[in-house]
Antibody, heavy 117, light 108 residues
Framework: EAQLVESGGDLIHPGGSLRLSCAAS????????MTWVRQAPGKGLEWVSV???????TYADSVRGRFSISRDDSRNMVSLEMTSLRVEDTAIYYC???????????WGQGTPVTVSS | SFELTQPLSVSVALGQTARVTCGEN??????VHWYQQKAGQAPVLILY???NRPSGVPERFSGSKSGTTATLTISRAQAGDEAEYYC???????????FGTGTMVTVL
């Protein structure tokens, strides 16, 4: 059974940086498309970034140039490096696996990020 | 980019049928996926490719599309179906993933 566990969420000041990690088990991240999705307090789901099996990356307009997704195949993990954080980046960040049909078929429980002065 | 429009809320009597819509001009040519998110929990995929259920999802959940609208139908609604529901598509032109605005389903 696929499992995802996120970590790294924290309270951070505006302009700061943070690195989120997602540990996978039950499957190999290098053989799957992996994504990050976030949810601001009381709001809906917002896709953030995807890393494809070939290493290609795509980012939402709201985070492009500030966030960077990466993969560590030896540790079966995916990470999200977040810089120049803004108050509006405050959210629960979920790691999710993409199916071949471009649906998110497995989700972690999320890690909270709060950006506040 | 585009938006997927969902009603803010839908109410359904226990045992009756609830329908949640997801609107977008080109939805007929897109694969639509649906998620259920209960309070304080992560989302769960309940339908993929318009009307396919992952293992473990009850047959009471079904999907359809007509014109510019995709619909999630919950038959014989149960108290445990009370949750936020989101539709989602992939935009092949941009490579972006788009979620609907979300619908809160309340079982009365």
């Amino acid at each position: 059974e696929a499992q995802l566990v996120e970590s790294g969420g924290d309270l951070i000041h505006p302009g700061g940086s943070l690195r989120l990690s997602c540990a996978a088990s039950g499957f190999t991240v290098s053989s799957n498309y992996m994504t990050w999705v976030r949810q601001a307090p009381g709001k809906g789901l917002e896709w953030v970034s995807v890393i494809y099996t070939g290493g290609g990356e795509t980012y939402a307009d709201s985070v492009r140039g500030r966030f960077s997704i990466s993969r560590d195949d030896s540790r079966n993990m995916v990470s999200l490096e977040m810089t120049s954080l803004r108050v509006e980046d405050t959210a629960i960040y979920y790691c999710a696996r993409l199916s071949g049909y471009y649906s998110f078929d497995s989700w972690g429980q999320g890690t909270p990020v709060t950006v506040s002065s | 980019s585009f938006e997927l429009t969902q009603p803010l809320s839908v109410s359904v009597a226990l045992g009756q049928t609830a329908r949640v819509t997801c609107g977008e001009n080109s939805i007929a040519s897109r694969s639509v996926h649906w998620y259920q998110q209960k309070a304080g929990q992560a989302p769960v995929l309940i339908l993929y490719r318009d009307n396919n259920r992952p293992s473990g999802v009850p047959e009471r959940f079904s999907g359809s599309k007509s014109g510019t609208t995709a619909t999630l139908t919950i038959s014989r609604a149960q108290a445990g179906d009370e949750a936020e529901y989101y539709c989602q598509v992939w935009d092949s032109r941009t490579g972006f993933f788009v979620f609907g605005t979300g619908t809160m389903v309340t079982v009365l």
